[in-house]
């Protein structure tokens, strides 16, 4: 009894300190860091384009509580090399009311840009 006991504890602190895997490259949970909280919302599909030589993008959030939720979030541009190419934005703020899946629209400032990462946040 003693053996399975902490065969089942051994397991039990094994999968409990499961780290998880990272996001896969050029995924759209590779291009968003969460800064701090972020309680039931969750990030979907990510739309790049180059319009007019800019970069264009469309980032899906959905609330999936039964509350509004205000969300902060700023994008950060990046070069080829990966280094910032704009300066650094403001926070932005959006309300995302209950059970709602809306985009974020941002277009980058500067022809230079060629990535980005969205960094997003509840209060």
Not at 17 to 41: D, E, R
Not at 46 to 69: E, K, Y
Not at 94 to 116: E, G, H, M, S, W
Request: hydrophobic content about 40%; proline content about 7%; overall charge positive.
């Amino acid at each position: 009894m003693r053996y399975l006991l902490s065969g089942a504890l051994a397991l039990f602190l094994l999968i409990g300190c499961a780290t998880p895997s990272p996001p896969q490259p050029n995924s759209a949970a590779s291009k968003i860091t969460v800064m701090g909280k972020f309680k039931h919302i969750s990030a979907g599909a990510i739309r790049v384009a180059r319009v007019n030589g800019f970069m264009t993008v469309n980032a899906q959030m959905t609330n999936t509580s039964r509350h509004n939720r205000l969300v902060y979030y700023r994008f950060t541009w990046l070069g080829k090399d990966g280094f910032p190419v704009a300066n650094e934005e403001g926070w932005k703020t959006i309300t995302l009311y209950a059970k709602q899946n809306t985009f974020i629209p941002a277009i980058a400032p500067v022809p230079q840009a060629r990535d980005f990462r969205l960094e997003v946040k509840t209060p």
